[in-house]
């Protein structure tokens, strides 16, 4: 789970944050304070072109270096290269992360914070600068974690801790150097079994899932036939649906009738329909892929959705919006981000999980303000008093607040 994103000098972010980093986690415990965190269900809201698309980008951005190199991620999906994407190329890109993961050997829960720093290098090509990954421990097993650096690189050479992952302490770091400067070094040892707590990060950032279900994408693999055979997870954008089905149903009858019968009852217009695949042919329905991809066996770390309400009838987004919601409580260290413009698919969340982004579009770049709904106290009250956040939206409560002081 993700507690808090700082982006900066990228796409239309200077400096700009959604959530806590450590040290305001740390800061947060020893004032007896609770900031705002990114949540098991966030939405985020804001006037067209204010950041919100552009935020899941950085982040897909940052998924494709771990996985594939910077150099490789500037340039599949149709990015326009690294110099093209960075406001200031005399400046380092810089992307922080901060985490709640489950450590799989304690069953705890795990704190850490990833920092990657990419640079344009004279030839315009993106270079790795700085790299660097600090846990919470439990240091002397009171329950009171302190921060410890298990990786600190520049330019491709520094420290790494040696693989006791979290029992790790000062002086049990080695020097480290890579020579190829457009891998992570995250992406190296969070492939070797004995680094658990990159082995750990690198799992939660490669399983991020982007939805596109609601995009013009979704069309000719499956329409088409696509590639026969069973497939374990929906592709981003839930062409591979058929090839999905015929996996479950093939590892169990039992389980492919549970999963198909439920997600068909909370669908009335699908309840008359018994071949299920060619239904989806003809008529596609993308709640049913929602539906799906939130009961897959191995659930996403973290799903990014555009507009999951797009083309969804009111009360579909009702149904849509309860199970995201059963999604997050049932898989305690996952979460679902996801964009809108619609009142109704927030009117059951609360303050703390809306994330309003804004804009002043007085320079090109930059200029994004990223603000919770819970730090308005006008809104807490209207909150408390029963009032529902959609309905909060769409009252202007949750607009500029540059508006109310014209």
């Keep these: 789970m993700i507690l808090g994103i700082e982006i900066e000098n990228f796409d239309v972010f200077d400096k700009d944050r959604a959530g806590i980093l450590i040290d305001d986690f740390l800061a947060d415990r020893e004032n007896g304070a609770s900031r705002n965190q990114l949540r098991g269900l966030n939405a985020l809201i804001g006037r067209n072109s204010t950041g919100k698309t552009s935020f899941m980008g950085c982040l897909a951005f940052l998924k494709d270096t771990v996985s594939v190199g910077c150099a490789e991620a500037s340039i599949i999906y149709g990015r326009p290269g690294f110099a ?66 298990i990786l600190d690189t520049k330019h491709g050479k520094g420290t790494i801790a040696d693989p006791l992952g979290s029992i790790a302490r000062e002086g049990s770091v080695s020097e480290i150097s890579i020579e190829d400067e457009h891998l992570t070094i995250l992406s190296l040892y969070g492939k070797i079994t004995g680094y658990r707590d990159f082995v750990l990060l690198h799992k939660e950032i490669n399983n991020w899932f982007f939805c596109s ?7 000719t693999y499956f329409y088409d036939g696509g590639a026969p055979g069973g497939h374990k997870h929906l592709n981003s954008t839930g062409s591979n649906v058929g090839n999905v089905l015929e996996y479950i149903k093939m ?15 909370k669908i009335p217009s699908m309840k008359r329909n018994k071949n299920l695949p060619l239904a989806l042919k003809e008529s596609p329905n993308k709640l049913f892929l929602y539906l799906l991809l939130l009961r897959d066996s191995n659930p996403r770390s973290t799903i990014f959705i555009e507009t999951p309400d797009k083309d969804l009838y009111h009360d579909m987004v009702d ?16 979460q679902i981000i996801f964009t809108t413009h619609n009142p109704y698919i927030i009117e059951t969340m609360s303050p703390k999980e809306i994330w309003i982004f804004e804009r002043t579009f007085e320079t090109n770049e930059g200029d994004v303000i990223i603000r919770c709904a819970g730090e308005d106290p006008l809104v807490n009250e209207l909150f408390k008093q029963g009032v529902g956040m959609g309905a909060i939206w769409y009252g202007g409560h949750l607009d500029e607040q540059s508006d109310e002081n014209d």
């Design 84 to 149: 093209n994407m960075t406001p200031d190329v005399s400046q380092p890109s810089v992307f922080r992360v901060f985490f709640k993961l489950e450590d799989l050997k304690t069953g705890k829960a795990k704190f850490i914070q990833y920092e990657l720093a990419i640079v344009t290098s004279k030839y315009k090509s993106p270079v790795i600068d700085s790299e660097k990954i600090i846990v919470l421990t439990d240091g002397d097993g009171d329950g009171k974690r302190e921060p410890f650096t």
């Design 213 to 219: 279900f609601s995009s013009e994408e979704q069309s």
């Design 251 to 265: 590892n169990g009858e039992e389980e492919y009738e549970r999963i198909v019968t439920e997600i068909k009852d």
């Design 319 to 334: 149904v849509l919006s309860d199970e995201m919601r059963e999604y997050t409580i049932n898989n305690h260290y996952c």
